[in-house]
């Protein structure tokens, strides 16, 4: 079977499938109600549903393509010390004031053990203006032809995706669990903990793996590079360690819940103010 024939059926049950999703969740959502569905209602939730899906599952497998690319360049591939030739701009708007910020992204180039001289973009930007001759760490797998690099920028952009992809799964399985008129309690309590005690450590710990590797990385920096990066680490580590001896030590058992997912309400205050009445 050819891959258009397959993307072409993977897009027929994904249409069939959003469109059963959001009838099952306009029929609990208009159970006992004497409304009735409108078109507009219905394509509304349509809309949700299929933008919050095909992220989900289309992110999901970007990035997880993304990682084993790169993990495959690396461990394949020679390191080579890569210097800026040249960049590119773009201007990015600014959620907070509305503005723009000026985006650069270098373009480097590199030569091979072979002799092959290769130009490569790097896969993410920064509002700092390249200086052309500085250096960065890339990796060449000249048999698949492929660049990559895992310098902080890039560690930076996966945190950023693999945050916004985690948000979008944990929406697309509350929107299932939903649609099968299953309870939302437990899954909104377990999506509290796990981000509490879960993603928020790791991406702590990854962001403090990042730095660490961005000083021991053997890239030349300015001294004062270095300083923030000692400084930062160190703050980060102790805060992290700190967290995480409260979150496991009695800070899941104070959030509030017992075993059932339900929070904990002292009863004698309403009886208190019964009486007092």
């Known amino acids: 079977m050819s891959e258009v024939r397959v993307n072409q059926i993977a897009l027929v049950l994904g249409i069939a499938y959003t469109i059963w999703l959001t009838y099952k969740i306009l029929k609990r959502t208009y159970s006992g109600k004497n409304e009735k569905i409108g078109c507009v ?20 497998v970007a990035l997880s393509m993304m990682l084993v690319s790169k993990v495959q360049t690396v461990s394949n591939g ?87 992809i985690a948000i979008l799964v944990y929406l697309f399985i509350g929107m299932m669990i939903y649609a099968m008129n299953w309870s939302m309690t437990r899954y909104k309590d377990i999506g509290v903990i796990i981000g509490l005690a879960v993603i928020l450590p790791l991406f702590m710990i990854l962001f403090d793996g990042a730095m660490i590797y961005a000083l021991f990385n053997g890239e030349e920096k300015p001294m004062w590079v270095n300083v923030i990066l000692v400084f930062f680490t160190l703050v980060l580590t102790m805060a992290i360690w700190a967290y995480l001896k409260n979150i496991y030590g009695d800070g899941i058992k104070n959030m509030g819940m017992n075993r059932k997912g339900v929070s904990r309400v002292d009863a004698s205050r309403f009886s208190n103010t019964s009486r007092n009445k």
């Open 41 to 60: 209602a219905a394509g509304y939730i349509y809309l949700i549903v299929a933008s919050i899906s095909s992220l989900a599952i289309g992110g999901t």
């Open 78 to 164: 020679d390191k080579y010390e890569a210097k800026v030739v040249s960049f590119t701009s773009y201007e990015s708007r600014n959620s907070d004031d509305n503005g723009y910020t000026t985006m650069y992204t270098p373009t480097v180039h590199f030569t091979t053990h072979s002799g092959e001289v290769v130009e490569y973009e790097l896969d993410y930007s920064s509002s700092g203006r390249p200086t052309l001759g500085d250096k960065h760490t890339v990796y060449y797998d000249e048999v698949n032809d492929r660049v990559t690099t895992f310098g902080l920028g890039t560690v930076a952009l996966i945190l950023a995706f693999g945050a916004m």
